[in-house]
């Protein structure tokens, strides 16, 4: 069992930049992959980001080279920098842990935090 607490959500304008993170209440590396999503009112969860336990990478079509995840073993913390920013990714942001099956599926994961608002003003 591990739990994951968001933090870094806010208000921001179109353009700007926000970085979320999650603290993990056990080793990172406990893990096979870490990821976040996102979930707009009225929509379903979606995959943003997902970095696996050797670095590999995965980013959702919608991100087109804005956001980056990153994680930082000494701290137990993954990351996500969000840059150029859209009003349609407000949304509240997801850290997960441990994906068993297809890793862009919401299913595959076992753990996840409590969320964090971000929103994006036009």
């Known amino acids: 069992q591990v739990q994951l607490v968001e933090s870094g959500g806010g208000l921001v304008q179109t353009g700007g930049s926000l970085r979320l993170s999650c603290a993990a209440s056990?080793?990172?590396?406990?893990?096979?992959?870490w990821g976040w999503y996102r979930q707009a009112p009225g929509k379903q969860r979606e995959l943003v980001a997902t970095i696996s336990r050797d670095g590999g990478r995965s980013y959702g079509d919608f991100v087109e080279g804005r956001f980056f995840i990153s994680r930082d073993e000494a701290k137990n913390t993954v990351s996500l920098q969000m840059n150029s920013l859209k009003p349609e990714d407000t949304a509240v942001y997801y850290c997960?842990?441990?994906?068993?099956?297809?890793?862009?599926?919401?299913?595959?994961?076992?753990?996840w935090g409590q969320g964090t608002q971000v929103t994006v003003s036009s």
């Open positions: 997960a842990a441990y994906s068993t099956g297809r890793s862009d599926l919401p299913e595959a994961w076992h753990y």
């Open positions: 056990r080793r990172i590396f406990s893990y096979n992959a």
